[in-house]
């Protein structure tokens, strides 16, 4: 068992729209032998669907709209890929997947450099400080300078490089990449755009051959800049990389398969197995545990009116799990039987029998899960650290078209709330007769409105609010009432009445920091 947790590698793939993480995606899976043909991994057509074709979206896509995990196996290690949802399905979900991964895979477009998504994605993956891995893609295309590229993702994340290849040229000139722990060039050959698995030519720099396969001119950039590399950028540390604190960067091009395989290589030898997790009775090790645990990361209700069902996906943190096994629900309490597990296999959903620690499954949910909830066996009552709640980014009033269905409006946007799918706030100084909801995502707000109707009989309007920034405020001693906030500033409260600010616009945040000595605001809230 402890030699098939080993063999695990779970990660995200992290993203702006458009920057090749559907791609990647597939020609990992290509690599690996999962699928024959790049295109076959449905990518941004379904993304792109209009609200409208929601339970298509679901049909399509089975349980997928927030879908979950791609594994397979690739160099001796068995690969679970998080799919963090994108587009207009970006979510709360989106986030929380991160909490499930032990390491993440940063996407970014050579010609755009750091986008707003990778840098929201890359906070939370900060925040757990995990190992970051950069793949700057689409080289062959005219992209920006190197050495920007690489101050940006400094300058912008606050997090050191470490260039484990150098791209030589880019755009039609993309020759192939310069190894720097190997000192050799790997030149690129044909894929047929991209179609099958491409083959490199390994030379050394200095090889009298390498000027018939790269110009003299490229040859003399080449050297130079990694004169300079060397001289300058940050050195290789693996203890660095493990915390989080240094991100090894790799050049290639996902629609060419260029760079990708020696990507994987590299990517499999410095990332972890899975790592040890905090719970209310210190870490627990999947390399020392030997009994099943997981914890709840994510709950995905079925939009199918016939079928109530809801999945509740978890991460196995360690032991194996096996299909139909007695298990212990923590928060709950109550045993727990773990029935019709599933795991996604390329975009197909397949039952499974057997997984672990590592791996991620789906598992009927009979609605009795929460997310962050931790399942054990019977003797073990260990609760795993919970998962924050994340910023919402998108605010709205929300009102009932007919007040006379006051209680099945609560009820369907309380269970709603609890399932993660939004957050609801109230206003400062009333009760419930006002309900804020706040997404991180705005197709959640449609989400929200079509479950309503479909599920709870209720119609409502939606009042957008400007506000885009919520604090949670970390003090416990402070007087809400002398505090001096700015002309764009809201005070609402949550559910269980804590306060919150909100602000239209960024720099009132710091004003308002400033105003108010010893105010903590935090952009996480706490479970
Ligand atoms: P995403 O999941 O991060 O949103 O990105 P996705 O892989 O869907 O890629 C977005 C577009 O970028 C796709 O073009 C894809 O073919 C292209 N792309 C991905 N990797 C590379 C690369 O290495 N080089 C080049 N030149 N292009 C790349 P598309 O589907 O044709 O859409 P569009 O071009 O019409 O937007």
Redesign the pocket.
């Known amino acids: 068992m402890i030699e098939e947790i080993k063999k695990r590698r779970t990660f995200a793939i992290i993203?702006?729209?458009?920057?090749?993480?559907?791609?990647?995606?597939?020609k990992f899976l290509l690599y690996g032998g999962a699928i024959n043909q790049a295109g076959s991994v449905k990518?941004?057509a379904t993304?792109k669907h209009a609200v409208s074709d929601w339970m298509d979206i679901e049909k399509e896509r089975g349980i997928s709209v927030t879908s979950s995990v791609l594994q397979f196996e690739f160099g001796g290690c068995c690969i679970n890929i998080l799919d963090t949802p994108?587009?207009q399905d970006f979510s709360e979900d989106t986030y929380r997947t991160l909490m499930a991964a032990d390491s993440a895979v940063m996407?970014i477009d050579a010609s755009k450099g750091v986008e707003a998504q990778t840098r929201k994605l890359f906070k939370v993956c900060a925040m757990r400080h995990i190992p970051i891995f950069t793949f700057i893609?689409?080289?062959?295309?005219e992209a920006r300078d190197t050495y920007d590229l690489l101050d940006e993702i400094e300058k912008e994340l606050g997090i050191p490089t470490c260039p484990v290849n150098w791209p030589i040229g880019s755009g039609k000139q993309f020759a192939g990449v310069y190894d720097r722990s190997h000192k050799k060039i790997e030149l690129f050959e044909d894929t047929m755009k991209g179609t099958r698995v491409g083959t490199t030519k390994e030379i050394g720099l200095d090889d009298p051959q390498v000027t018939s396969y790269v110009s003299e001119d490229a040859l003399e950039l080449l050297r130079e800049e990694i004169e300079l590399l060397d001289g300058a950028s940050a050195e290789f540390d693996q203890e660095e990389v493990d915390a989080g604190r240094l991100s090894p960067i790799f050049f290639?091009?996902?629609?060419?398969n260029?760079g990708v395989e020696t990507f994987l290589n590299h990517f499999l030898a410095m990332t972890t197995p899975p790592l040890p997790r905090m719970s209310d009775q210190g870490l627990i090790d999947p390399m020392k545990e030997e009994d099943f645990s997981a914890f709840v990361f994510k709950i995905q209700a079925n939009m199918n009116k016939a079928h109530r069902d809801r999945i509740a996906f978890m991460r196995i943190c360690s032991g194996e799990f096996e299909a139909g096994m007695d298990a212990f629900h923590v928060q709950g309490g109550k045993k727990v039987r773990l029935a019709q597990p599933q795991q996604m296999m390329a975009s197909e959903r397949k039952m499974i029998e057997k997984a672990y620690g590592g791996d991620i499954i789906g598992i009927f949910d009979p609605g009795i899960f929460a997310i962050g909830d931790t399942i054990t066996v019977s003797d073990k009552k260990f609760a795993y650290e919970g998962i924050p709640t994340f910023a919402p980014e998108h605010f709205a009033r929300v009102r009932q078209v007919n007040t006379m269905k006051r209680k099945q409006f609560i009820k369907g946007i309380s269970q709603i709330a609890q399932e993660g799918a939004i957050q609801i706030f109230q206003e400062f100084n009333t009760g419930m007769e006002e309900i804020i909801v706040g997404v991180v995502g705005t197709l959640q707000f449609d989400v929200l409105e079509y479950r309503l109707k479909n599920e709870y009989n209720v119609d409502i309007i939606l009042e957008n609010l400007p506000y885009e920034y919520i604090r949670w405020i970390e003090n416990t001693d402070i007087d809400l009432e002398e505090l001096r906030g700015t002309s764009d500033m809201k005070k609402i409260k949550d559910l269980k009445g804590r306060p919150l600010l909100l602000f239209i616009n960024s720099w009132s945040i710091g004003m308002t920091l400033e105003r108010n000595e010893g105010l903590e605001l935090s952009e996480f809230g706490r479970s």
Request: charged letters at 25%.
């Open positions: 993203s702006h729209p458009d920057a090749g993480k559907t791609t990647l995606t597939e990518g941004k993304a994108g587009h996407v893609n689409k080289m062959d295309r290639g091009s996902a629609l060419m260029f």
